[in-house]
């Protein structure tokens, strides 16, 4: 079953940039499992600022580091990124901790590293992601 796109508009900062790399995230994906992975992403990647987010194939828009900052009070300026307080955290229903049910995979373009990387969470061996740049089949980053 599909989540409804319009669940996700909540991350989307209307104000910023369009290019850059992609999380895309399976049909089925939750808000929780949307904020966790991006939240990851900005944490691990420290000079990422914006990241274009995908759910079952469709676009949705773009998110920062800043607009999440300011939403939900994920990180503070110059320390790391972490979830300090996300959706569905007042109703006690969540452990604390690292999510159990996906990593997130980034892909780069093998002839260029400087083209937009690409983030999921699900790997398939049969339709790698392609770069935007080149169309080159990316690769799994180590």
Known sequence: MSTPLDTFEILV??????????????PNATLDDALAAVAGIFAHETRLEAIRLAVGGRSIGSTTRSYLRLLFGLGAPGAGFT????IGD??????????????V???????????PAEFRVVHDDDSPPRCVACDAAMGLAT
Do not use: N, Q
């Not at 979830?83 to 996300?86: L, P, Q």
């Open 83 to 86: 979830t300090t307080r996300g």
């Open 105 to 115: 995979l980034r892909y780069l373009c093998p002839t260029d590293a400087a083209h």
């Open 90 to 103: 007042s109703d006690g229903a969540t452990l604390p901790g690292s999510s159990t049910r996906f990593v």
């Open 13 to 26: 900062d209307h104000e910023a940039a369009t290019d850059g790399p992609t999380l895309r995230l399976a």
